[in-house]
């Protein structure tokens, strides 16, 4: 597929060098350097993608995810030099999809963009909505319903949630769900679908201290209650 990607990188070379690579493979970009400029082109063009840097000027790459994820569930990777998992987990806790830590290689970086874009695209799963209780996720429509109303989720939340929708009450390791939302990979761990349960929680349940719909199996992971909404 082709998509608009929108760049936001301080490193004028390294933005360069991923604007080539995305046009080289037929996307259209836009490139700015800062916080500030970032949130004023997505709100602008409407990209499909934004790749954001951690250490922008005038606002951190943390600060810009956190205000789109308060006004999109547009698909983010964020590039950071910081490599330890608390740095990953807090991107991810904000909303980010992906993670990506300098120095990369460009063809891993253009392999996860593009596994993103399919993501967000086609998020995978059979065409029909799944029903648990009163979550509905539509694969084809690419949409969650909870109680009748239309909740965002990120990429990787919708990946995670028509995984556990798909089998209502049956149970999911965290790894068994790493896999289906990040694959093998190296910069993530189990704790980051700790992190993204948490913020479908917030999304999905009343009370998300007292989760009722999506739950934890102690000791072995998760899953989401096809009916009643007894706490597990």
């Known amino acids: 597929m082709c998509a608009h990607v929108l760049i936001a990188e301080d490193d004028v070379q390294q933005a360069d060098l991923v604007r080539r690579y995305l046009e080289r493979e037929d996307h259209t970009t836009a490139v700015v350097h800062d916080g500030g400029a970032a949130l004023a082109e997505y709100r602008r063009s409407r990209p499909d993608l934004v790749v954001l840097d951690v250490m922008l000027p005038e606002m951190s790459g943390l600060e810009v995810c956190r205000r789109l994820r308060a006004e999109s569930d547009v698909a983010v990777l964020m590039l950071t030099a910081r490599s330890t998992e608390d740095d990953l987990l807090a991107g991810l806790d904000i909303g980010a999809d992906d993670y990506v830590t300098k120095p990369y290689s460009p063809r891993e970086l253009m392999a996860r963009i593009r596994t993103l874009l399919r993501r967000a695209a086609a998020p995978g799963g059979p065409d029909r909505p799944l029903r648990a209780g009163a ?54 761990t189990e704790r980051t679908i700790d992190v993204h349960v948490k913020n479908l929680r917030k999304k999905l349940e009343p009370n998300p201290r007292s989760p009722r719909r999506l739950v934890t199996v102690y000791g072995v992971g998760y899953k989401l209650r096809g009916g ?3 706490p597990a």
């Open 135 to 188: 979550v509905v996720v539509d694969p084809a429509r690419h949409t969650v319903h909870v109680d009748g109303a239309q909740v965002e989720c990120t990429p990787a939340e919708f990946q995670l949630l028509a995984a556990l929708a798909a089998r209502p009450e049956q149970v999911f390791t965290r790894s068994q769900l790493l896999e289906r939302i990040h694959g093998i990979d190296r910069f993530f």
């Open 228 to 230: 009643g909404e007894t």
